[in-house]
């Protein structure tokens, strides 16, 4: 008998382990989608360390850069940044946006030249607020 999918996208059990065990808990059509945005952030953020934090993969490079998760009926990225919603805010139209978080479909994912940029601008502010307590 199959496992059900929770509110969360993810079949219902144990939390994931790593990003790999996260994407074998999706449906085939999300798993394609996030494997798409996992590797486009980690060909933009190749330094970042990925892991399973809140039970969601995240990306850390000098903090938190970005993350992403599944649910029942949309995707999330999780930019992190004000600012950086704020930039790409006009890029960013076509999708429902809330605070730091974009939200996006399978049949309407999001762009890997924008999600390339959002990602490259939040290496940048991690490293200039590394740089500033530095000095």
């Given at each position: 008998?199959?496992?059900a ?20 808990a999706?449906s085939?059509?999300?798993r ?6 996992r ?5 933009a ?7 399973i934090s ?7 490079y ?10 029942k ?30 939200h ?12 390339k ?12 607020r ?6």
């Open positions: 008998m199959k496992k999918a929770s509110d969360h996208g993810i079949k219902k059990g144990m939390p994931a382990i790593d990003v790999n065990a996260y994407l074998a999706v085939q059509e999300t394609v989608v996030l494997e798409k945005l590797k486009t952030i980690k060909a953020a190749p330094k970042a360390e990925e892991i809140y039970q969601v993969p995240v990306y850390k000098h903090g938190p850069l970005v993350s992403f998760a599944a649910f009926n949309h995707c999330s990225l999780y930019v992190i940044s004000k600012s950086v919603m704020e930039t790409f805010s006009s890029e960013l139209k076509p999708y429902v946006t809330s605070g730091i978080t974009v996006f479909t399978a049949e309407k994912p999001l762009p890997a030249a924008l999600v940029k959002i990602v490259k601008a939040r290496i940048a502010e991690n490293e200039l590394v740089k500033l307590k530095q000095k």
